[in-house]
């Protein structure tokens, strides 16, 4: 493993790159944002026997350059990305970020800690408001818009919400007239599915008092801390978000988003 993998500490950026040019918000509203790229990539072997699920490749860049690139679009320029599968290829390829216009801090997990839990591991970086964002999927989502609502509603957590024809491999939720969440149901069954479902894009801004409610050192998904969450009577918003998301945890998914960003049915941030 290498030496920036093994310490976690990212540098500060000393000015502005390409991708950090468009749609940036004022500082006051830069916020941190973890990438969640641990994952084994299983079901993408053989592709992920020698790359990282994250790093698959579009249109000639890995898929965790596209998403780097459209967290700096939106202010996002303090990242962590946390690591498992072929940690080293990540921490060569982006160092410590300053080329492209943000720092990287690194965690690396032996063990997979899952969603939640990998963010409860650097709750020592997480001092204020911050973004999570799913590393498996392609995605040109306005996080602005997501990150404003979430400032101005103030609940714990913010859910980024799309629909989809299919959502019985990702989580469904209802929402009330005003956009709390009244239920939530993690890969349900097709019998399981209601009407005006959304689905959980796996993007949230959420508040640092969520990690009081993560396990520290033990696996733990957010589908669980939402979960109890809900149970104990905790408000959280579901906001629909404005754009695309084309999912690459499958060959046959990834193989649709290569030919949706070939094509041009599908506009890279």
Same mark, same amino acid.
């Given at each position: 493993?290498?030496?920036?993998?093994?310490?976690?500490?990212?540098?500060?950026?000393?000015?502005?790159?390409?991708?950090?040019?468009?749609?940036?918000?004022?500082?006051?509203?830069?916020?941190?944002?973890?990438?969640?790229?641990?994952?084994?990539?299983?079901?993408?072997?053989?592709?992920?026997?020698?790359?990282?699920?994250?790093?698959?490749?579009?249109?000639?860049?890995?898929?965790?350059?596209?998403?780097?690139?459209?967290?700096?679009?939106?202010?996002?320029?303090?990242?962590?990305?946390?690591?498992?599968?072929?940690?080293?290829?990540?921490?060569?390829?982006?160092?410590?970020?300053?080329?492209?216009?943000?720092?990287?801090?690194?965690?690396?997990?032996?063990?997979?800690?899952?969603?939640?839990?990998?963010?409860?591991?650097?709750?020592?970086?997480?001092?204020?408001?911050?973004?999570?964002?799913?590393?498996?999927?392609?995605?040109?989502?306005?996080?602005?818009?997501?990150?404003?609502?979430?400032?101005?509603?103030?609940?714990?957590?913010?859910?980024?919400?799309?629909?989809?024809?299919?959502?019985?491999?990702?989580?469904?939720?209802?929402?009330?007239?005003?956009?709390?969440?009244?239920?939530?149901?993690?890969?349900?069954? =097709? !019998?399981?599915?209601? @009407?005006?479902?959304? %689905?959980? &894009?796996?993007?949230?801004?959420?508040?640092?008092?969520? *990690?009081? $409610?993560?396990? =520290? !050192?033990?696996?733990? @998904?957010?589908?669980? %801390?939402? &979960?109890?969450?809900?149970?104990?009577?905790?408000?959280? *918003?579901? $906001?629909?978000?404005?754009?695309?998301?084309?999912?690459?945890?499958?060959?046959?998914?990834?193989?649709?988003?290569?030919?949706?960003?070939?094509?041009?049915?599908?506009?890279?941030?």
């Amino acid at each position: 493993m290498g030496q920036t993998a093994a310490q976690p500490r990212g540098l500060l950026r000393r000015g502005p790159s390409e991708y950090a040019r468009r749609q940036r918000p004022s500082p006051s509203e830069r916020v941190k944002a973890m990438i969640l790229a641990a994952g084994r990539g299983t079901r993408l072997r053989p592709l992920t026997d020698a790359t990282p699920k994250a790093m698959v490749p579009f249109a000639d860049k890995p898929l965790l350059e596209h998403i780097v690139r459209l967290l700096a679009q939106h202010g996002f320029d303090d990242l962590v990305i946390n690591l498992h599968h072929l940690p080293q290829v990540i921490t060569d390829y982006f160092g410590d970020g300053r080329a492209r216009g943000v720092s990287i801090t690194y965690s690396l997990e032996d063990e997979l800690l899952g969603t939640a839990g990998a963010v409860r591991r650097v709750a020592d970086h997480l001092d204020g408001p911050f973004l999570v964002y799913y590393g498996d999927n392609l995605t040109n989502f306005d996080l602005g818009d997501l990150w404003q609502t979430h400032q101005r509603e103030g609940e714990i957590a913010s859910i980024g919400l799309l629909w989809m024809d299919d959502p019985t491999t990702r989580g469904i939720i209802g929402l009330d007239a005003h956009h709390r969440i009244e239920r939530f149901i993690e890969k349900p069954r =097709p !019998d399981q599915v209601f @009407d005006n479902y959304w %689905v959980n &894009a796996g993007i949230y801004a959420l508040q640092p008092e969520i *990690l009081n $409610h993560i396990p =520290p !050192d033990t696996p733990c @998904d957010f589908s669980e %801390v939402f &979960a109890d969450l809900l149970s104990a009577g905790r408000p959280l *918003l579901g $906001h629909p978000l404005r754009g695309q998301l084309l999912s690459t945890d499958t060959p046959e998914r990834y193989r649709h988003a290569c030919q949706c960003v070939d094509s041009g049915a599908f506009a890279l941030p």
